[in-house]
């Protein structure tokens, strides 16, 4: 059960957004146009989904996204409701808030101090076909609709931000009892703490790398790698009597192992993305923040390569991204038709925002990884990006 649709109302920089998703969606564009807001709206959430599940207010502040008060979130003069809705094939999950203790959401800053800081369910409903009853504000629990998969799946998302825990000598476990499967944390602090647990699991034969025939996850982890970083290796252990993990990498195997700090951030930025994929279930949701971060160009372009991979082995990607190599390697893959361009979506957000206008152009890519169309802004059509193209693979 894929996501197909993001939809909202009233929510930051958006009076309405409708963005069609895909296997692996794009988002690219401009500084402050909406990109992080329009992927905030899907983690917000699942944050609500995993922390507070029959709370009457909708978290803003928590593990996932961190957004302020009520009135940092509400569209400036929007008057209405704010509304998120995701979309699959045959499900549609719908919540609709209102700030607390107010009327007027162009407003949104009435009532006590303290209700400034959430928003209040107004009403909720799942389901496109047979659609079950919402609840009104006399009778709310906001995430109450036991046993819906498709609200599993949205729980069940794993985000992964810009920024990585890249310095530290050994690395914490989840706080939780029963942590969300394959979540490295928005930071990747937990990374080395789920390869440590399954190195020696079998990995399914889909997510292997195409050159690479081994089985474990400490194998493919390096595979991965290796595309990235060629030589690269990456070993954990558990600390005894912590509930801590070392990591260490090295550069071939008559390198010593080093700890991350001190092998360059490329290969501790990568490495929490490369155990996500490998290590998670079949539809689950993958968000990613700057892949491309520390990256040289080439490793870019074989990162988005790496992306369209996975976005064909049942996981689902949606990455921002203000690569132009990432997205050269993407239009690659689907040159080489590793992957169907059905199964791309590509969104660059402008930021130029009308009355009716959302701000955001989405140009198709046909099966030799040519655009539709190419937006002012929209990186550069440098020689360099036509080269990437006419690389092997």
């Known amino acids: 059960m894929k996501l197909r649709e993001i939809s909202i109302r009233g929510f930051k920089c958006f009076g309405a957004l409708d963005l069609p998703v895909a296997s692996l969606t794009v988002l690219s564009g401009f500084n402050a146009s909406g990109k992080s807001t329009a992927l905030q709206s899907l983690l917000l959430m699942a944050q609500g989904l995993r922390t507070s599940p029959y709370a009457a207010h909708l978290p803003l502040n928590g593990p996932l996204v961190r957004l302020g008060t009520a009135g940092d979130v509400v569209a400036r003069g929007f008057k209405g409701q704010v509304e998120f809705a995701f979309s699959s094939e045959q499900n549609k999950a719908r919540w609709c ?55 599993d799946a949205l729980r069940d998302i794993i ?5 990585r825990n890249s310095q530290l ?63 690269a290796e990456a070993s954990a252990e558990t600390v005894r009597g912590a509930a801590l993990t070392k990591l260490v990498f090295r550069m071939g195997r008559s390198s010593e192992w080093l700890r991350p700090a001190n092998i360059g951030y490329g290969l501790s930025y990568a490495f929490p993305l490369i155990v996500a994929l490998l290590a998670a279930r079949e539809g689950q949701i993958v968000v990613v923040d700057s892949p491309e971060a520390h990256l040289h160009p080439r490793a870019q372009s074989r990162m988005g390569q790496m992306l369209a991979h996975f976005a064909t082995v049942g996981i689902q990607i949606l990455v921002e991204t203000h690569s132009d190599h990432v997205l050269s390697g993407i239009r690659l893959a689907v040159r080489n038709r590793l992957l169907d361009p059905n199964e791309v979506a590509i969104h660059f957000f402008s930021g130029a925002k009308g009355e009716a206008e959302s701000g955001v152009v989405s140009p198709l890519i046909d099966v030799n990884g040519s655009l539709s169309a190419w937006p002012e802004g929209f990186f550069d059509q440098a020689d360099n990006d036509l080269m990437e193209l006419t690389q092997p693979a």
């Open 169 to 231: 000598d050994v690395y914490p476990s989840p706080d939780d009892a029963e942590p969300i499967h394959a979540d490295v944390g928005f930071e990747g602090q937990y990374a080395a703490w789920w390869y440590a647990r399954s190195a020696d699991n079998e990995v399914p034969p889909p997510r292997r790398h195409p050159k690479d025939p081994r089985i474990t996850m400490r194998a493919q982890v390096d595979a991965w790698l290796g595309d990235l970083f060629p030589t």
């Open 97 to 151: 808030f209102r700030t607390h203790g107010a009327t007027d959401l162009a407003e949104g800053l009435e009532g006590e101090s303290g209700d400034r800081e959430r928003l209040s369910l107004i009403e909720q409903a799942s389901g496109i076909v047979n659609p079950k009853p919402a609840f009104g504000s006399q009778r709310i629990r906001p995430y109450a609709l036991d046993d819906d998969p498709w609200l």
């Open 159 to 163: 985000f992964l931000g810009a920024t």
